[in-house]
């Protein structure tokens, strides 16, 4: 048997190629992308932030000492816990955080 192609069911549609047609834009919307720029703004809380983190940044050499002496004190037996201190704190913290 011959199979003819007589144009009743084309393989490929004439005219242009929708391919071709969605890939291109007017040149005013091109023009409108290019002028276009990103741009970011911070919030008030997000500057703070920033401003905190970068403290704490700084703050772990400082912390590092005052463990390094409260090691030392521990260690030489001159460290004494002052357990009335902490009662108030935990305590002033349960009634405060309730």
């Known amino acids: 048997m011959k199979i ?21 834009k007017p ?3 091109i023009n409108s992308l290019a ?3 990103d741009s ?8 703070l932030l920033a401003k905190a ?3 704490a940044d700084s703050a772990p ?7 390094n002496q409260i090691r030392q004190r521990i260690e030489s037996g001159d ?4 357990v009335e201190e902490i009662a108030r704190k ?6 405060f955080n309730t």
């Open 79 to 82: 460290y004494t816990v002052q």
């Open 4 to 24: 003819e192609n007589n144009g009743i069911n084309p393989l490929a549609p004439q005219g242009t190629d929708p391919i071709q047609r969605a890939d291109r």
């Open 90 to 95: 935990l305590a002033a913290r349960a009634y």
């Open 27 to 29: 040149a005013n919307e």
């Open 53 to 55: 983190r970068a403290a």
């Open 40 to 47: 970011v703004a911070l919030s008030a809380d997000a500057r």
């Open 35 to 37: 002028q276009r720029r």
């Open 61 to 67: 050499e400082l912390e590092n000492e005052r463990l």
